[in-house]
């Protein structure tokens, strides 16, 4: 992206459990000042009624543009719009088996694969465990056309102290993968005291 352009972030969110994830995408964008283009599945919309309080409308309202699924002649289905890339969070398997394929059915998984095709950043921050072989190997099918998959797992090293702190130190990992530091995830090494032995992952 040029010196001086608009930074943009593609932000959707499938139908898996976890849509709180694509939430905080979006938060986190607004406090970057990272424009944020949001897509909503229809089987996403579904799971914020479940999973929030909140409407599609206030949903849109923490993004700076939104679009219908439908919509597959969007600027975001365009190479040519430029953007940091996307992340899909929650992302489901069906919607992850569909980016696979290359054979897309709407504006979310169009978008992610312009994002491919155009070598940006694609993250998939998957749920729906657990993986059976197929799952499995679709995801490194993604891993070798450029995708990266990113599970939203705790980081318990962080000391989290409620669910919302486990979500954002999982968004804002994901968030590092497009060069994006938002100052609210917890960092080993930056004021985390470590737990034993050299590092976070030091077993006995």
Known sequence: MADGEQRRL????????????????????????????????RAAALTLAQETDLSLADLAARADVSYRVGDVGAAVASGSFSTLGMIVA???????????TGVTSSLLTRAADVTLKERRPLVLMVR???FHLGHLRTMVKLAEMGATIAPPLPA???KPQSLEEMIDQSVGRALDLFGLSWDVVRRWGEGLTPITGDGPNQTS
């Open 10 to 41: 593609v932000v959707g969110i499938s139908g898996a459990s976890g849509v709180l994830y694509g939430v905080r995408a979006l938060d986190a964008c607004r406090a970057l000042g990272v424009e944020s283009h949001l897509i909503v599945s």
């Open 90 to 100: 929650p992302c489901s398997i069906r919607t992850m088996s569909e980016i696979a």
């Open 128 to 130: 729906e465990t657990p």
């Open 156 to 158: 318990f090293y962080a």
